[in-house]
Every structure is written in C-alpha cells, then in structure tokens.
C-alpha cells in the first residue's frame, strides 16, 4: 500500500516545479531587454543619442544612459519603485 508521505512527496515536487514555469522574466523590465544597444535604448526611453555620457574611450568605448520613469508613474512609490535607471555600454552594445 502506498503511504501518504510517499505519495506528497511527488506532488509537492510536481507543484514547485508548475509554479517555476511561471516565474517572471528578469532580463527585462518594460520595455527594456538586456542585450539592446545603445540606439535601441535610446528610441525606447525617448531620449537623444547625444544624451549618453562618455566614461572611457579607448581602448573601449564605455557609456552610460540615464531614464527616468515619467513623473505620472513616479508620483507614487507603491506605482513604481524605480526612480532613475542607468543603462551601461560597452562599445556601443
């Protein structure tokens, strides 16, 4: 005969894994994907290229974009906790 403990033990493993599935994407946040490069981030955040600092040049370029949530959405921490965001560039990518 099967026991109850021999049985829970596959059924809570076959419940953790169902919720694994679901879980959220971390390599992006709104509209914004790890990967994009600097041109693509710029169109998504509305801001100019011109806009991106220079750290370093050479040997590599390095670059930094700066965004900030549209004030509407900043009104309110409990909307969104993200005040500003820094998207970091390495020769352009």
């Known amino acids: 005969m099967i026991s109850a403990r021999s049985l829970a033990i596959p059924i809570f493993c ?19 994907q790890f990967g994009l490069n600097l041109p693509a981030i710029a169109k998504l955040a509305d801001l100019s290229l011109s806009e991106a600092k220079v ?17 509407s959405l900043r009104s309110s921490p409990q909307a969104d906790p993200v005040w500003n965001t820094i998207f970091s560039f390495y020769n352009g990518d």
């Open 55 to 71: 750290l370093h040049q050479r040997p590599a370029l390095i670059q930094e974009l700066t965004w900030q949530p549209p004030s």
């Open 14 to 32: 076959a419940l953790l894994s169902a919720h694994l599935s679901y879980a959220q994407d971390h390599s992006t946040y709104r509209e914004f």
